[in-house]
C-alpha cells in the first residue's frame, strides 16, 4: 500500500462524513460566521492527528494498539481502548442508519429499510474482512468513479449562488462553542484514526499531508456553504439534506437525468461505504490484537449481524438525533486521548529501551 | 467449482433484489401529470386539479378536495384508474384568491414531499381559475404548460419567474421576497401574462404590470434580450444589464445606491435620432419606472427587489430580523441608469 493509497482513502473517508449529517450540525451550531466552528474543529484534528503521527513514528512498523499495550499491558490497553471500541461500533450504527434513511427519502422510497441495511453491511463486512489493502485499492477506484459526481453535484448550482447570504461573516461571541450540535457534528473529524492501525514501517509525516489536508477543509467548507450560498441560513435550517437539495435548484436540460440528487446519493453512499468498511475493519483488529486471536471473517459475520440488528432498534430520526448526540463523548475521546495515549505509550517505550 | 456453485446462486440473488423490480408499476399504468393548480375550495380548504397529458396531445384533469393539500392528492388517487406519480410536475397554479392568504403551505408541502422536484414553478391564476385550469389549444401536441415559462424555452424578460426553491427561500428568509408570474387562460396560447404578483413573505399583496416585471429581472440579473419601447419612435433590446448595490446605514436610516449598466442595441428609430439621445432618453426612463416601483414596494413592505440582501453585511442581528417590518420601509433607495449602445444592429449610426 503506497502513501498515495492512503492519503486517497483518507481523504474519502473524510468526505464521507462531510456529506453525512455534518451540514446539519454545523447550520445548527451557528446562525452567522458558519466558517468558524468548521476552522476551529479542523484546526483541532490537524493539532490531533500531528501528536498522533508523532507517537506512531516514535515505535516504526507497530500499529497503534500494540503500543498502547507494549506499555500498559493488556488489561491497561483494554480499559484505555474499551471507548474507541465502542465508539467504532456506535458510528457505524450512525452511518448506516444515516445512509439508509438518506437512500430511503431520495432514491428508494418503496424498499423496505432493513434491505437496504442488510446489503449494505454485507458490503461492508466483506470489504472489511478482505482488509485494508484491499478496501485502500476500492478507495483509488471510488475516487475516479464517484467523486468527480461529488464534485459536479456540489459546483453545478453555481447559477444560483447568491453571495450576499454569507453574511454576516462574523461572530464575535464565538457562540457555537456553547451548543451541542457542534459537538455533535464533530464525528466528522474522527476520519484521521484509521491512520493509526496501518503497521507502517516508514511512518506518515504531517507535512507530506497539507495537501491532503487543505483538501479535505476545501471540502468541509463548500457542503457547507454550497447549500448557504443558494438558500440562506434562514431557510436552510428547516432541511436535512441541504447540501442534496442545493444541488437539486439547477434545471438542466442537456444533463440527460431529470433528478440530479440520484448521483449525490449513490456517490455519498458508496463513500460511506468505504467509511464503514475502515471503521469495522478498525473494530476487528481491535478485537484481534486485544482479546483473541479468531479468524478475521467469524469476526466480521457476527460485528456484521450485531450491527445490523442494532441499526434496526432505532425506530425514528428522532431516537437517531438522541442517538447521535449520546455517542458525542465517545469520539471525542476517540479523537483526544486516543493520540495522547499513543504519544505517552511511545514516550514511555523509548525511555524504556534508552 | 464449489466456491463457484455457492457464490453463484447468491450473487443471481442480489441480481434478482437488487433490480429494484420489486412492487414495480409500469409506466403505463401511471398516472404523470405536469400541472398541480391549488384553489380553495368549495367546502374545504384546497382543490387540487391535476393536468395529466396523454398520449394523443389532448389533456385529462384530475380534481380532489380536502382540508389538506395531501389528503386532496390522496382523493384524486383513490378516484383514478391508476397510480398518480407526482415525480414530473413542474409547474404550480395557484388562485389568486388562496395566494392573498398565503403560499406558505404549499411551499412547504412541495419542499417536504421528496417526489416533487423543487425546480418546479410557481405561478398565480388571476381571474377565473377553472377557466385557465381546463383551458386547452388544439392541435399543437407538443405545447406543455411548463414551457411557458422555462428559459430553455418560451421566456421571455418580461415575465417573471420563480421556482419553489426560491418560493421557500423567500418565505422564509429575512431580507427578501419575491415576485411570482400572474397569468390567466390565453385567447390562441396557453396564457396570457398579467404582470407580477408582489409577495410580501408568503402573502400576495399587490401586481406589478409586465413593464415593471422587466425592471425587477433586471434587478435580478436575470436578462436575455429583452425590448422596450420609447416614446413611440425607437425601440430598443437590452443586451446586458448588471447592477452593482452600495449599501450604507446612516443615522437617518438605511441608505441604497443602485447603478444599473444597461448594453443596448437599437432595433427601431423612426425620428432618426442620435445614439446619444437615445441613451439619454432610455436612462430617463428607466430610472423613473425604477423609482416608481421601489416606491410602490416600500409603502407594500415587500423586498422583492431584495435590497436587504446588500445590507446583510452591515445589519446587526436585531436589524436583520426586523428588517422587512421596520427598516425596508425607510430605506432611501437612489437609482442610476448608465446605457451604453453597442451598435444599431446592420445599420450605421447616422441614417441621414
Not at chain 1, 439547477?250 to 446519493?265: A, C, G, K, N, R
Not at chain 2, 386532496?72 to 391508476?82: D, L, N, S, W
Request: hydrophobic share 50%.
Amino acid at each position: 500500500m503506497t502513501k498515495r493509497m492512503i492519503f486517497i482513502l483518507f481523504l474519502q473517508i473524510q468526505l464521507s462524513a462531510a456529506l453525512s449529517f455534518y451540514t446539519v450540525g454545523i447550520f445548527e451550531s451557528t446562525t452567522k460566521g458558519h466558517w468558524e466552528p468548521i476552522l476551529a474543529g479542523c484546526l483541532l484534528e490537524i493539532v490531533f492527528l500531528w501528536i498522533y503521527l508523532k507517537g506512531l513514528s516514535m515505535s516504526k512498523g507497530k500499529n497503534m494498539v500494540e503500543i498502547i499495550k507494549g506499555t500498559f499491558g493488556k488489561w491497561g490497553a483494554m480499559l484505555i481502548l474499551l471507548p474507541f471500541f465502542l465508539f467504532l461500533v456506535t458510528h457505524l450504527i450512525s452511518l448506516v442508519n444515516h445512509q439508509v434513511s438518506e437512500v430511503n427519502i431520495i432514491l428508494l422510497p418503496q424498499t423496505p429499510l432493513w434491505m437496504t441495511a442488510m446489503i449494505y453491511v454485507a458490503l461492508a463486512a466483506y470489504a472489511a474482512n478482505k482488509g485494508v489493502l484491499v478496501i485502500a485499492r476500492m478507495s483509488t477506484a471510488v475516487l475516479l468513479l464517484f467523486v468527480p459526481f461529488v464534485l459536479f453535484s456540489l459546483l453545478i448550482s453555481y447559477k444560483n449562488f447568491d453571495m450576499y447570504n454569507v453574511f454576516p461573516l462574523w461572530n464575535p461571541s464565538f457562540s457555537f462553542v456553547g451548543k451541542p450540535s457542534f459537538y455533535v457534528s464533530m464525528y466528522a473529524y474522527a476520519g484521521f484514526l484509521f491512520l493509526g492501525m496501518l503497521n507502517l514501517d516508514k511512518p506518515i509525516k504531517l507535512r507530506k499531508m497539507w495537501l491532503v489536508l487543505s483538501l479535505v477543509v476545501l471540502f468541509y467548507l463548500a457542503v457547507v456553504y454550497v447549500p448557504l450560498f443558494v438558500f440562506g441560513h434562514e431557510s436552510i435550517t428547516l432541511l436535512i439534506h441541504p447540501t442534496l437539495l442545493a444541488s437539486d435548484t439547477i434545471d438542466l436540460e442537456w444533463v440527460v437525468f431529470d433528478w440530479l440528487p440520484s448521483f449525490f446519493v449513490v456517490a455519498a453512499s458508496a463513500l460511506s461505504f468505504l467509511d464503514a468498511a475502515v471503521t469495522l475493519w478498525m473494530a476487528i483488529l481491535l478485537i484481534r490484537v486485544l482479546l483473541f486471536p479468531i479468524p478475521g471473517k467469524w469476526l466480521a459475520l457476527t460485528m456484521g449481524i450485531a450491527v445490523f440488528g442494532l441499526s434496526l432498534k432505532i425506530p425514528n430520526m428522532h431516537s437517531m438525533n438522541r442517538f447521535d448526540a449520546m455517542i458525542t463523548f465517545l469520539f471525542l475521546y476517540g479523537i483526544l486521548v486516543v493520540p495522547v495515549a499513543t504519544v505517552i505509550s511511545s514516550m514511555r517505550q523509548r525511555r524504556r529501551q534508552t | 467449482m464449489k466456491r463457484a456453485l455457492i457464490c453463484f446462486p447468491v450473487l443471481f440473488i442480489f441480481v434478482a433484489i437488487l433490480s429494484g423490480c420489486w412492487d414495480v408499476k409500469d409506466i403505463n399504468k401511471r398516472y404523470l401529470p405536469v400541472v398541480m393548480g391549488i384553489s380553495k375550495g368549495q367546502n374545504d380548504n384546497y382543490r387540487i386539479i391535476l393536468q395529466v397529458p396523454d398520449i394523443k396531445g389532448g389533456t385529462q384533469f384530475l380534481e380532489g378536495e380536502s382540508k389538506s393539500i395531501s389528503k386532496a392528492v390522496e382523493i384524486i388517487r383513490t378516484k383514478a384508474e391508476k397510480e398518480v406519480d407526482l415525480m414530473h410536475v413542474r409547474l404550480f397554479l395557484i388562485s389568486q384568491e388562496l395566494a392573498q392568504q398565503g403560499i406558505k403551505n404549499i411551499v412547504d408541502f412541495a419542499m417536504r414531499s421528496n417526489d416533487i422536484s423543487i425546480k418546479s414553478m410557481v405561478a398565480i391564476v388571476s381571474g377565473d381559475f377553472e377557466k385557465t385550469l381546463f383551458h386547452e389549444i388544439k392541435r399543437t401536441p407538443e405545447v406543455s404548460s411548463y414551457d411557458y415559462f422555462s428559459e430553455e424555452a418560451g421566456w421571455t424578460p418580461d415575465v417573471s419567474i420563480n421556482r419553489l426553491w426560491e418560493a421557500y427561500r423567500s418565505v422564509y428568509s429575512y431580507t427578501e421576497d419575491f415576485a411570482v408570474p400572474l397569468v390567466q387562460a390565453g385567447e390562441r396560447t396557453l396564457f396570457e401574462f398579467q404582470g407580477s404578483a408582489i409577495m410580501s413573505r408568503d402573502r400576495m399583496v399587490g401586481t406589478l404590470s409586465a413593464n415593471e416585471t422587466l425592471i425587477n429581472n433586471i434587478f435580478q440579473e436575470r436578462y436575455m434580450d429583452g425590448t422596450i419601447e420609447l416614446s413611440s419612435d425607437a425601440s430598443i433590446l437590452i443586451k446586458k444589464a448588471t447592477i452593482r448595490n452600495k449599501a450604507r446605514w446612516r443615522s437617518s436610516g438605511p441608505n441604497l445606491q443602485s447603478r444599473i449598466h444597461l448594453v443596448i442595441s437599437i432595433l427601431e428609430n423612426k425620428n432618426e435620432k442620435t445614439n446619444a439621445e437615445i441613451a439619454l432618453e432610455i436612462k430617463g426612463l428607466l430610472e423613473k419606472r425604477a423609482h416608481v416601483i421601489s416606491d410602490k414596494l416600500r409603502s407594500l413592505k415587500a423586498d422583492i427587489l431584495g435590497n436587504g440582501q446588500a445590507f446583510r453585511p452591515i445589519m446587526n442581528d436585531q436589524q436583520l430580523k426586523n428588517w422587512k417590518e421596520t427598516w425596508f420601509p425607510q430605506l432611501n433607495h437612489q437609482i442610476t441608469v448608465t446605457v451604453n449602445v453597442r451598435d444599431n444592429q446592420d445599420y450605421k449610426e447616422e441614417m441621414k
